[in-house]
Each structure stands twice: as structure tokens, then as C-alpha cells.
């Protein structure tokens, strides 16, 4: 509560100094310039105390933290559930970039993404992009894999379903 006593009385003052100073200078020239001074200054006196809040937030992620948060998490229904989310995730970010690379390709064949990531010391990495198409009619999957993998740069499989 001082605090709060603290700012309005410097807000307080930070008003009159600017009122004082807009009477005293003489030039309606100079009293725009002037104006626009105490303005700012009376604004470096609202905003002060809030910088000072913001620098005492530690809002850094650093690596070593999320290293941390995936060694508390072991093998449980929750490392599970984490690690389904980020499958489902990552195989909706995925699916336009297929869709582009089999596009380029002319495979207009509807398909689906099944993504399988492992939890590492590193952290988590993707096993196998599974690509399930409807039909590979006159497609040679071994050359659509390997196009796959090199555009994606990610290890691809191929399944008809």
C-alpha cells in the first residue's frame, strides 16, 4: 500500500513540476515543444513503476527448464498423455506439408498421418512419420518414401490402407 502512496504522490508532483514549467516558458513555439517534454515526463512517472514490477518477473524459458519438467515426468499416464497430445499435434502441422509434397508430386490420393515420438534425455524426438494412403495405383512407394524423406527430412513409412 506505501507503494501505491509512493506513485501517486510522484505522479502527483510530476503534474504540478509540469504545469509550473508550461506557465514559465514565454513562446507559444517553444510551449508546444515544452508540452510534449512534460508529457513524456509525466508519462515516465506513471509507466516507472510498472518497469520496475515487470524487471522482478522472470518470464526466461531456458532449455535447462524444460530438461528439468522432462525428468520429473516419468513413465506414467501422464508422460502418455503428454506424449499423445504432441503426436496428434505434430501430425496436424505435418499434414499440410504432405499434402504440398504430394500435390508437387500429382498423388491426389486421400491420406492419412500417424506420427510416433519417444521421449529422450535430449528431449522429444520423432521415431516414424506413417503416411496411410488410400491407393498407391502406379506409384512406386520406395521412390515416394525417399522423396518424402528428403523434402521433410523426417524418417517417412508408406501404407496403403
Known amino acids: 500500500m506505501d507503494a501505491v502512496k509512493v506513485w501517486c504522490f510522484s505522479v502527483c508532483v510530476a503534474l504540478v513540476i509540469g504545469a509550473v514549467v508550461t506557465m514559465i516558458v514565454p513562446s507559444i ?4 515543444i515544452m508540452k510534449l517534454v512534460i508529457s513524456a515526463f509525466i508519462l515516465a ?15 526466461s524459458f531456458e ?11 516419468e513413465d506414467t499416464e501422464q508422460e502418455k498423455t503428454l506424449i499423445l ?28 498421418i500417424k506420427v510416433a ?7 522429444i524426438t520423432v521415431d516414424k512419420v506413417n503416411i496411410i494412403l488410400s491407393d498407391l495405383h502406379m506409384i512406386d512407394q520406395d521412390a515416394l518414401e525417399n522423396e518424402l ?4 527430412g523426417l524418417p517417412i513409412s508408406i501404407d496403403v490402407n
Not at 512517472?45 to 518470464?59: D, Q
Not at 496436424?92 to 504432405?98: D, T
Not at 519417444?118 to 528431449?123: Q, Y
Not at 524423406?149 to 521433410?152: A, G, N, P, Q, W
Open 117 to 123: 515420438l519417444s521421449k529422450e534425455k535430449e528431449g
Open 29 to 32: 513555439d517553444k510551449q508546444k
Open 63 to 73: 532449455a535447462q527448464d524444460y530438461e528439468e519438467y522432462l525428468a520429473d515426468i
Open 149 to 152: 524423406k528428403e523434402s521433410l
Open 45 to 59: 512517472g506513471i509507466i516507472s513503476p510498472m518497469l520496475t514490477v515487470v524487471k522482478e518477473i522472470n518470464i
Open 85 to 112: 497430445t504432441l503426436e496428434d499435434n505434430v501430425a496436424k502441422l505435418l499434414f499440410p506439408l504432405v499434402k504440398e509434397q504430394l500435390d508437387n508430386l500429382n498423388i491426389n490420393e486421400e491420406f492419412g
